[in-house]
């Protein structure tokens, strides 16, 4: 059952990207627009900052579990999802009803960073973070 566990949980990181791809293929008001135009702006911009780093750290989860997080693989995943999100301001490039900006792509970067400074700094250094009580579950 452990086994199986650590090979399923490859699925999560991998259907965020799906969804990530799905979502920037969409226009930016397909799935909810707030009432006041400036907030749902600055709300959506805001989240590209998030949403670059949670694919890191999903990522970084399934390393754990998988006993495979060094801080090697870590850096290797902070590029892969750094990576990502210059191909999904490609994507958008091509969308009509999408931008893409560098700006943007600034921030996923941003993101991802700061998801990985987090866990360079909690669980290699403190070894006090949620991923270090996961890894002793599994």
Not at 12 to 22: C, E, G, Q, T
Not at 82 to 99: C, K, V
Not at 111 to 125: E, P, R, S, T
Request: include cysteine.
């Amino acid at each position: 059952m452990k086994k199986f566990f650590q090979r399923i949980i490859w699925i999560i990181p991998i259907s965020y990207m799906i969804l990530i791809f799905i979502l920037s293929s969409l226009p930016h008001n397909a799935v909810i627009e707030l009432p006041n135009s400036k907030w749902d702006v600055f709300i959506k911009e805001g989240l590209h900052l998030v949403e670059f780093g949670i694919l890191y750290v999903l990522f970084a989860v399934a390393l754990v579990i998988n006993r495979k997080l060094t801080a090697r693989t870590s850096f290797i995943i902070a590029c892969i999802s750094a990576l990502y999100g210059l191909s999904d301001e490609i994507h958008q490039y091509f969308i009509p009803y999408r931008s893409a900006t560098v700006i943007d792509l600034i921030k996923d970067w941003i993101g991802v960073l700061a998801a990985w400074a987090h866990v360079k700094y909690h669980y290699f250094y403190r070894k006090r973070s949620i991923l270090n009580k996961l890894e002793k579950v599994f």
